[in-house]
């Protein structure tokens, strides 16, 4: 038997296919066979005030799809571009980074998606720390 398994947590929350679901008060196992189920667990989520860099945004506008708040078709051609952008900055780092993600996405394995960009959010994280002005560098405005 294949599919996705989650392990849910005593009261836990997770959408499926837009329904909020929350789970009683002992752990559970779920197994998702049919593919196209779309599956977001809630501390997976990011908060729109989160969305702050360009793999976050990729993040987010997956983490709308899954949620159904939008339309795979109108919006498919924005994250591909998105990711195409991303291939420059990630391909000396990991070469199958963003090609994987693409396929993932190319395939509507949108959940999967979500867990390796988890992965990439911690990269851009450690790119941006390390490349970001040092504090001191940034011009402060001054209070009247």
Known sequence: MSGLVLKIAPGERFIVNGA???????????RISDGNVRILRCQDALHPDEVNTPVK?????????????LDPVE???AI???CCALL?????IDYDLIPTLR????RGNYYSALCHLRQIIALEAKLLARY???ASAVPKDKVA
């Not at 420059?88 to 000396?92: A, H, I, L, S």
């Open 80 to 82: 591909d571009a998105e």
């Open 20 to 30: 909020l679901l929350e789970n009683g008060d002992k752990p559970a196992r779920i």
């Open 88 to 92: 420059d900055v990630f391909r000396p």
């Open 57 to 69: 945004r990729v993040y987010f506008a997956i983490q709308l799809l899954i949620t159904g708040d």
């Open 103 to 106: 396929s993932m996405l190319s």
């Open 75 to 77: 919006v498919m051609p």
């Open 132 to 134: 970001a002005p040092p």
